[in-house]
């Protein structure tokens, strides 16, 4: 069996993974979350329980109970919420390994950007998942003030976007961003929360007061992962909407992006606590359609018209159908005919304009023939 048959299987099976666990992690998040912002003091007091909420569900009513600490005697079983994290940081990572580090010339460079060479930019690549988890643990540590960390970690992403614009491919940019993110909050789960936990376990097991300190910082960080959730997953499907990576700030688009899911995430911790400010998605909204306005490409140049069929056939005979030709192409994107072309123009303008296609420029397509193309899809689309 050929090399990329088997990456194409591996694609699949720990896309299919990454994504289900990722749905697993953030289900058990949000719902979390929302349990915690929703307890009401209990109707009738129970030693050690501070708060209670009731749900109806999947046709019963269920009451959980919170307790201040623990409760007095350990449960004999205790349900974990961890390896939906794990499951999804290891799933993704071996994505990003078997996608971009394995063949980082047409993933991760693209010599217009940065001249790397493909194991520079994997190796950066790597070091910037390290260094991000490194920068932001240090962060929460030695800052006192919640509001100081939260101003650190802001400017850590802005950074991060920034860097990430500057070293590589458009489409791999965001992804890389995503992937630092990512990892900061597996590794919050992995480092602070669950030891937090066991923390909790322990000194119940030996008869002593837990030690308050690691539950406050788990408490932090479980925030801030709440907070970085909408932010990693856009990232993780804006590799198929060109008009946003392959803009022309692109780093700018992304931290508006950021901005406005965190916004609608903030909306909902609100909702959770019987607060509606509704101010925060009308804010949202105008400022969606003020990036919508902002991204919108420019009419047609007048090159279009010059462009004829033929030449533009000629310029993807010459530089993609290598890769785009019978029932295997890429994304299901045939170009071997006239019709097939057509079919895609607006996919082929988005992705030739912002330079995702060809990766990496693999078959030396000049910025004239891009041009020529991108006019041509425009008019055909
Ligand atoms: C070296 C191989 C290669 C060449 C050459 C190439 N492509 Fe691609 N193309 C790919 C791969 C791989 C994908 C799937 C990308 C992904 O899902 O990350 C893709 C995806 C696409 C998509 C779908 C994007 C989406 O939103 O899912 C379009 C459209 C496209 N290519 C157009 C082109 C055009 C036009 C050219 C020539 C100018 C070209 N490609 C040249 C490999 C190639």
Not at 67 to 95: D, I, N, Q
Not at 203 to 222: I, T, V
Not at 257 to 276: D, E, K, S, T, Y
Request: charged share 15%; net charge negative.
């Amino acid at each position: 069996m050929d090399a990329d048959y088997l990456r194409d299987v591996a694609d699949l099976v720990l896309r299919f993974l990454h994504v289900v666990a990722g749905i697993a992690w953030i289900g058990a998040s949000f719902y979390f979350i929302r349990l915690d912002l929703g307890l009401a003091p209990p109707k009738e007091p129970k030693e050690g329980v501070a708060g209670e909420y009731w749900g109806v569900h999947g046709g019963g009513f269920y009451h959980s109970q919170k307790y201040k600490v623990a409760p007095s005697k350990l449960p004999e079983h205790l349900h974990w919420f961890k390896w939906e994290a794990y499951t999804t940081w290891l799933s993704g990572f071996a994505l990003l390994v078997v996608l971009y580090w394995t063949d980082p010339d047409t993933r991760l460079v693209d010599p217009a950007v940065a001249d790397l060479s493909g194991w520079q930019a994997a190796a950066i690549s790597a070091a910037g998942l390290v260094l991000a988890w490194l920068l932001y643990d240090a962060a929460c540590r030695l800052l006192r003030d919640d509001r100081a960390v939260a101003g650190f970690v802001t400017a850590l992403v802005i950074a991060s976007a920034f860097a990430a614009g500057e070293l590589f491919a458009a489409r791999a940019a965001y992804l890389q961003v995503g992937a630092m993110l990512g990892t900061i909050m597996a590794a919050n789960v992995f480092f602070t929360i669950i030891p937090a936990h066991w923390e909790l376990v322990h000194a119940k097991q030996e008869f002593r007061e837990p030690d308050p300190a690691p539950g406050l910082r788990a408490k932090q960080r479980s925030v801030h992962n709440n907070y970085l959730t909408l932010p990693v997953v856009f990232t993780m499907l804006a590799g198929h909407f060109a008009f946003t990576f392959g803009s022309g700030q692109a780093w700018l688009v992304l931290l508006a992006l950021f901005a406005l899911v965190g916004a609608i995430r903030h909306f909902f911790n609100l909702w959770h606590q019987g607060r509606r400010a509704w101010w925060i998605p009308a804010a949202v909204g105008v400022g969606a359609i003020a990036l919508v306005v902002a991204l919108a490409p420019e009419d047609t140049p007048a090159v279009a018209r010059q462009v004829t069929d033929a030449e533009a056939q000629a310029i993807v005979s010459e530089r993609c159908t290598e890769c785009h030709v019978g029932a295997s192409a890429p994304s299901g994107v045939r170009l071997e005919t006239l019709n097939g072309i057509r079919a895609n123009a607006s996919l082929i303008e988005s992705q030739v304009s912002s330079r995702a296609m060809p990766p990496g420029n693999a078959t030396g397509m000049t910025d004239e023939e891009r041009d020529r193309l991108v006019a041509w899809a425009a008019a055909a689309r």
